[in-house]
């Protein structure tokens, strides 16, 4: 009898177990205090209560679903772990959200930022996309942009919404094994955007292309007054360097800003003027003790040329 009751009580413990370690459907309630700090966004990738499962059954969009099999992950936890011997990501996030009455009755947006395919669908009807994830017999294609148009959206204060994200990915060839969605500072799958999102985005835009396009200018006719005065004074070693580093530091500038500022940009494109722009980082760095040794009459001893090179090869052997 004894071992009967142990018996059940083991099955009463594991039962219970179970039940708490497994998935829960929660509700996300959204407030203005969520709202990341200057923009009016609301990064809910980032936002516990996310639910994942693989595969493309599209009758993963309905707004109540039986949730067996699923696993708590959010979208910002995307790795090549996740890919398939192919190297392909495919699967569904869900959430649901209730905007909290302080939000207000104005529309909000749908953002989104990643260089997956995705499709975004809010209570079953489908709001937003970003590239082609291939369903409907239509061919896979990779986001053109990095942040395509916003959708707006009505979600009334109170009520209770769910949304959810069917995404494609494919593991990126350079840098080799990483989810191109995972690779780089811009992963943030989807986020919630303010009513008030473009007007404090905008000029925010304005002061970042307005202060590149100052330092590019400035660097870049520096570059050529060091180049001229390097022509005509071959001798003076510094010059050359002054010219170089100018010149790399010109360089960074602009491929930074292309990379952040080009609204149609591939993932390839983005990637390449990203690594340029690290390497001409790298280079400017290099150049500037040997410019201070110049400047104060300093021999360049074994020990910097050792220090330098290695620093030259680790770092760019840390980019890839």
């Given at each position: 009898?004894?071992?009967?009751?142990?018996?059940?009580?083991?099955?009463?413990?594991?039962?219970?177990?179970?039940?708490?370690?497994?998935?829960?459907?929660?509700?996300?309630?959204?407030?203005?205090?969520?709202?990341?700090?200057?923009?009016?966004?609301?990064?809910?990738?980032?936002?516990?209560?996310?639910?994942?499962?693989?595969?493309?059954?599209?009758?993963?969009?309905?707004?109540?679903?039986?949730?067996?099999?699923?696993?708590?992950?959010?979208?910002?936890?995307?790795?090549?772990?996740?890919?398939?011997?192919?190297?392909?990501?495919?699967?569904?996030?869900?959430?649901?959200?209730?905007?909290?009455?302080?939000?207000?009755?104005?529309?909000?947006?749908?953002?989104?930022?990643?260089?997956?395919?995705c499709?975004?669908?809010?209570?079953?009807?489908?709001?937003?996309?970003?590239?082609?994830?291939?369903?409907?017999?239509?061919?896979?294609?990779e986001?053109?942009?990095?942040?395509?148009?916003?959708?707006?959206v009505?979600?009334?204060?109170?009520?209770?919404y769910?949304?959810?994200?069917?995404?494609?990915?494919?593991?990126?060839?350079?840098?080799?094994?990483?989810?191109?969605?995972?690779?780089?500072?811009?992963?943030?799958?989807?986020?919630?955007?303010?009513?008030?999102?473009?007007?404090?985005?905008?000029?925010?835009?304005?002061?970042?292309?307005?202060?590149?396009?100052?330092?590019?200018?400035?660097?870049?006719?520096?570059?050529?007054?060091?180049?001229?005065?390097?022509?005509?004074?071959?001798?003076?070693?510094?010059?050359?360097?002054?010219?170089?580093?100018?010149?790399?530091?010109?360089?960074?500038?602009?491929?930074?800003?292309?990379?952040?500022?080009?609204?149609?940009?591939?993932?390839?494109?983005?990637?390449?003027?990203?690594y340029?722009?690290?390497?001409?980082?790298?280079?400017?760095?290099?150049?500037?003790p040997?410019?201070?040794?110049?400047?104060?009459?300093?021999?360049?001893?074994?020990?910097?040329?050792?220090?330098?090179a290695?620093?030259?090869?680790?770092?760019?052997?840390?980019?890839?």
């Open positions: 009898m004894n071992r009967m009751k142990s018996l059940k009580r083991i099955l009463l413990i594991l039962f219970v177990g179970i039940n708490f370690c497994r998935a829960q459907d929660t509700t996300v309630v959204l407030h203005p205090g969520m709202y990341d700090k200057p923009l009016q966004e609301i990064y809910i990738n980032r936002l516990e209560g996310w639910l994942f499962k693989k595969g493309n059954d599209t009758a993963w969009v309905k707004k109540d679903i039986d949730i067996t099999g699923w696993k708590k992950c959010k979208p910002v936890e995307l790795s090549a772990e996740q890919a398939d011997e192919n190297g392909k990501f495919e699967g569904w996030f869900r959430i649901k959200i209730k905007p909290d009455i302080s939000l207000g009755n104005k529309p909000l947006g749908i953002n989104l930022s990643s260089w997956a395919a499709d975004v669908y809010i209570n079953g009807e489908l709001n937003a996309s970003n590239g082609n994830t291939g369903q409907s017999g239509n061919s896979f294609r986001p053109g942009s990095l942040h395509p148009p916003m959708n707006m009505n979600l009334m204060p109170g009520n209770e769910t949304i959810a994200v069917y995404v494609v990915d494919y593991l990126s060839p350079f840098p080799p094994r990483r989810l191109k969605s995972a690779d780089g500072d811009n992963n943030d799958l989807i986020s919630i955007a303010g009513p008030d999102f473009y007007s404090t985005l905008i000029p925010l835009i304005t002061k970042w292309t307005n202060y590149s396009t100052l330092w590019i200018s400035v660097c870049s006719i520096l570059s050529l007054l060091f180049w001229l005065l390097a022509f005509q004074n071959r001798n003076e070693k510094i010059l050359h360097l002054i010219a170089l580093c100018t010149t790399f530091f010109a360089l960074n500038l602009l491929c930074i800003t292309i990379r952040g500022n080009a609204h149609t940009i591939s993932y390839f494109s983005a990637t390449l003027y990203g340029a722009a690290s390497l001409f980082l790298i280079l400017y760095t290099l150049l500037m040997l410019i201070l040794a110049q400047i104060f009459k300093r021999k360049v001893t074994g020990p910097l040329k050792i220090f330098l290695v620093y030259f090869i680790i770092s760019v052997a840390g980019l890839f």
